[in-house]
T-cell receptor
Framework: KNEVEQSPQNLTAQEGEFITINCSYS?????LHWLQQHPGGGIVSLFMLSSGKKKHGRLIATINIQEKHSSLHITASHPRDSAVYIC??????????????FGKGTHLIIQP | NAGVTQTPKFRILKIGQSMTLQCTQDMNHNYMYWYRQDPGMGLKLIYY???????DKGEVPNGYNVSRSTTEDFPLRLELAAPSQTSVYFC???????????FGQGTRLTVV
């Protein structure tokens, strides 16, 4: 079973700062997902990646398959980025579906 | 395009009562999942389905049942509610186990 570890658990930063959230996993995967969850809200998929790097606006996600590690970066952070960011991994299985294995999340607060 | 729709958003149950959490998706996804989210923990897989008529247990299935009579619907049944089932429940769907997952808005359930 894959183990997914995120760091830090909590992060408070000032508006404009560059943010990095890290995720490591224990066994090989087919894809890694970064998800965002606002307080009291649903979960939204930000990125799904299996290699390299992806960018959406101010968000950048990278993955190193050999080191079993991924990072989520936020440039020019803004208070509306305040949310819980969740790393999850999926494995390609033979005939069934094991769903996603999730990290515990990183609670990010951006202060004005 | 509604995506994944869950109802209800909130519910308070008394110990021993039963209820069904509804989940429907309009993306023609084969894979559907039920997760629960407890404070300070990563989401855990309760049950999943790879298509109509096929369901299987996840990591924490005890106390729950599911059915998948159509591609669109994947209801989760709690037969005898217990305080340990107090949690936030998320339904999700995807085209394959290793592709982007789409989540519902969640159901906050309290058992008293």
């Amino acid at each position: 079973k894959n183990e997914v570890e995120q760091s830090p658990q909590n992060l408070t930063a000032q508006e404009g700062e560059f943010i990095t959230i890290n995720c490591s996993y224990s066994v090989g995967i087919s894809a890694l997902h970064w998800l965002q969850q606002h307080p009291g809200g649903g979960i939204v998929s930000l990125f799904m990646l299996s290699s390299g790097k992806k960018k959406h606006g101010r968000l950048i996600a990278t993955i190193n398959i050999q080191e079993k590690h991924s990072s989520l970066h936020i440039t020019a952070s803004h208070p509306r980025d305040s949310a819980v960011y969740i790393c999850a991994v999926s494995a390609r299985t033979g005939g069934g579906a094991d769903g996603l294995t999730f990290g515990k999340g990183t609670h990010l607060i951006i202060q004005p | 395009n509604a995506g994944v729709t869950q109802t209800p958003k909130f519910r308070i149950l008394k110990i021993g009562q039963s209820m069904t959490l509804q989940c429907t998706q309009d993306m023609n996804h084969n894979y559907m999942y039920w997760y629960r989210q407890d404070p300070g923990m990563g989401l855990k897989l309760i049950y999943y389905s790879v298509g109509a008529g096929i369901t299987d247990k996840g990591e924490v299935p005890n106390g729950y049942n599911v059915s998948r009579s159509t591609t669109e619907d994947f209801p989760l049944r709690l037969e005898l509610a217990a305080p340990s089932q107090t949690s936030v429940y998320f339904c999700a769907s995807s085209t394959e186990t290793y592709t982007e997952a789409f989540f519902g808005q969640g159901t906050r359930l309290t058992v008293v």
